[in-house]
């Protein structure tokens, strides 16, 4: 499986960006995905999920009511709109893909898109 982000950029503070993840290889295998972030200094962080189906979603607290996570399987990619967006939502942003190989679920990821908010 192999991820591409891309939609990252540097927007004002209340702007909005919507960030993609293409999915290609045995795309047939993969279930939850998921977007992070890292900034600069600190640790890599879950920011919202979704199951495999789009019927569930997660969120971190500090993106609930701004970010919205979606998946489309048909076109093979997942989608994080960032609304209200903030100077602490700076950071580098990844795509996770869970999927079923070796006998059970291996962790992909894409090579991140970088997020830079100004105040």
């Known amino acids: 499986v192999q991820l591409v982000e891309s939609g990252g950029g540097l927007v004002q503070a209340g702007g909005s960006l919507r960030l993609s993840c293409a999915a290609s290889g045995s795309t047939f295998s993969i279930n939850a995905m998921g977007w992070y972030r890292q900034a600069p200094g600190k640790q890599r962080e879950l920011v919202a999920a979704?199951?495999?189906?789009?019927?569930?979603?997660n969120y971190a607290d500090f993106v609930k009511g701004r970010f919205t996570i979606s998946r489309d399987n048909a076109k093979n990619t997942m989608y994080l709109q960032m609304n209200s967006l903030k100077p602490e939502d700076t950071a580098v942003y990844y795509c996770?893909?869970?999927?079923?190989?070796?006998?059970?679920?291996?962790?992909?990821w894409g090579q991140g898109t970088q997020v830079t908010v100004s105040s």
């Open positions: 996770n893909a869970e999927a079923f190989a070796l006998g059970g679920l291996v962790p992909y």
């Open positions: 979704i199951t495999s189906g789009g019927g569930r979603t």
